[in-house]
Every structure is written in structure tokens, then in C-alpha cells.
């Protein structure tokens, strides 16, 4: 079946950096935008980022645009979020999403990794 | 920008209906008929409940439907039942390709 499954999470101190990854299977990954997608402890959802199906395009919101990058390789159903400049504001649970809308909405949701931001 | 405004908390008895707003701006919500749903149970991934306002994804129960007014799109669980007990979360595109989420709103069935 369809399935996103990201790793990567794990305790990082402010300023430094963390890669996610999230693997895909079971769809055809190339042929679909990714988002990455936030949750801190307690706290509702907030949208990160978007790559196009072939990665030539990128958006990110405000509050990670020039720390954040996203990527993707579709030769190996991989999308990443490189997470630079770490701030503790940055702690939460991370998830990938499948985009079915041009952006617009997503229907598949990784389980989510956790990430800490701690000294 | 800031997030789209849902109540914190709903609730509503078994068999009951309950409705959750979601009020953006004439930027998101208001500008495009792209409002989304989902729910979400503690410890798990958010689901999709409802896509283009009113529109359900095959498997999700037609007891959940959507509407939009304006600025104020709206979720609508009839016939409440113990597993709707879980937070809820509305979505809306933004232009430019960039999505917004409301708070979330927790949903107690009593």
C-alpha cells in the first residue's frame, strides 16, 4: 500500500544542522509534489515546505526560509528536508505529505519524526 | 501569515451533530475553493477528511461533510460516535503555493 515513512529525528543542539529523510513506497513518487509539515509538542500543524514532482521548484514559509532546504531523488522515492541554524523553536514533530492539488491540499501523511532543539 | 482561526474545543453527545469553523481571510480561505479537513488521533498522523471544501476522499464517512461562507469555512460531523473523539484541523491554500493551517480544534464526544 502507500506509504511514507520519514527518519532522521533526534535531539540537535541550537545552530546545528539535521537531515530528514522520508522514503516512499508503494506510489509513484515522481509524479507527485511533497510537503513537509510541523507539529510542536501540544500544538497545531504548520506548513514548512513544498517541492514540485521534479524538484524544480521550492516554497517555504517564513519562519524557515534561509535555514531550510528541501530536495528530493526520485530515482530513489526520497524526499529531505536539510535543517540548518537549528533554533529551539524548531522542536517538533516533523511529517512528509503527498500533494494532490497543485499545492493546494495534501492526502498522505507520513507517521512523523520527532525533532528536539535543545542545549 | 497567520493561522486560520478554529475554535480550541468542540463537543457533542453520541448521535448528535457538531459543527467547527475555520475563518481565514480574503487571501485563503476566502480567495480559492481549496478548504481542507483532517483529523487527527493522539500520537497519530492527521487524516484526510474533506478536500475542495466539500469534497470526500473514498473511505471517509459522508457523516463528515464541508462548507464554505466567505471567509468561514465550516466542518460538519453528524451522527457523532465514540472514535470521532480526536482533534480536527482545517487547511486552506494560500497563493504562491503555500498552504495555511488552523489551531486545530479538539473534539469531545460526551
Known amino acids: 500500500q502507500e506509504q511514507l515513512v520519514e527518519s532522521g529525528g533526534g535531539v540537535v543542539q541550537p545552530g546545528r544542522s539535521l537531515r530528514l529523510s522520508c522514503a516512499a513506497s508503494?506510489?509513484?513518487?515522481?509524479?507527485?509534489?511533497m510537503h513537509w509539515v510541523r507539529q510542536a509538542p501540544g500544538k497545531g500543524l504548520e506548513w514548512v515546505t513544498f517541492?514540485?514532482?521534479?524538484?524544480?521548484?521550492?516554497y517555504y514559509a517564513d519562519s524557515v526560509k534561509g535555514r531550510f532546504t528541501v530536495s528530493r531523488d526520485n530515482s530513489k522515492n526520497t524526499l529531505y528536508l536539510q535543517m540548518n541554524s537549528l533554533r529551539v523553536e524548531d522542536t517538533a514533530v516533523y511529517f512528509c505529505?503527498?500533494?494532490?492539488?497543485?499545492?493546494?491540499?495534501?492526502?498522505?501523511w507520513g507517521q512523523g519524526t520527532l525533532v528536539t532543539v535543545s542545549s | 501569515q497567520s493561522a486560520l482561526t478554529q475554535p480550541p474545543s468542540a463537543s457533542g453527545s453520541p448521535g448528535q451533530s457538531v459543527a467547527i469553523s475555520c475563518t481565514g481571510s480574503?487571501?485563503?480561505?476566502?480567495?480559492?475553493?481549496?478548504v481542507s479537513w483532517y483529523q487527527q488521533h493522539p500520537g497519530k498522523a492527521p487524516q484526510l477528511l474533506i478536500y475542495?471544501?466539500?469534497k470526500r476522499p473514498s473511505g471517509v464517512p459522508d457523516r463528515f461533510s464541508g462548507s464554505k461562507s466567505g471567509n468561514t469555512a465550516s466542518l460538519t460531523v453528524s451522527g457523532l460516535q465514540a472514535e470521532d473523539e480526536a482533534d480536527y484541523y482545517c487547511?486552506?491554500?494560500?497563493?504562491?503555493?503555500?498552504?495555511?493551517f488552523g489551531g486545530g480544534t479538539k473534539l469531545t464526544v460526551l
Open positions: 505529505a503527498r500533494d494532490m492539488g497543485g499545492g493546494r491540499w495534501v492526502d498522505l
Open positions: 508503494g506510489l509513484t513518487f515522481s509524479s507527485y509534489g
Open positions: 517541492i514540485w514532482y521534479d524538484g524544480s521548484n521550492q
Open positions: 480574503s487571501s485563503d480561505v476566502g480567495a480559492y475553493n481549496y
Open positions: 475542495e471544501v466539500t
Open positions: 487547511s486552506s491554500y494560500a497563493g504562491s503555493n503555500n498552504l495555511i
